[in-house]
């Protein structure tokens, strides 16, 4: 498989304009991940996905309900995390660097 570097790139924001956003990732070209989890906040505003990646590793991503006066209700990215050799890995890093997470444990 192909791979490539991706560098800090700017994407356009939801509404007014761009917002800057890094991405610096080591990614697959056609890369396909599977959802293991779902994981729902018990406010329900925020989610994390966990994937497994087409190579075996893992990963996982937050993302959270957003409200601006034009678009309304939006689901938005947050974290991203890095990539792990476990399921096991991804959930701890996952609970470590979620708050609302570990209030639940």
């Not at 791979?3 to 396909?32: E, F, H, Y």
Request: hydrophobic share 40%; proline share 4%; charged share 25%.
């Amino acid at each position: 498989m192909a791979m490539q570097t991706i560098r800090s790139v700017t994407k356009p924001g939801w509404v007014g304009g761009r917002r800057p956003v890094a991405i610096v990732l080591l990614r697959c070209q056609d890369q396909k991940m599977d959802i293991v989890r779902e994981i729902v906040s018990p406010t329900g505003k925020r989610k994390i996905r966990l994937y497994q990646r087409a190579d075996g590793f893992f990963t996982y991503d937050e993302t959270f309900e957003a409200f601006d006066e034009i678009a309304g209700s939006y689901w938005s990215s947050g974290y991203e995390a890095g990539i792990f050799e476990t399921e096991e890995a991804a959930t701890a890093d996952m609970t470590a660097t979620t708050p609302w997470m570990r209030h639940e444990a």
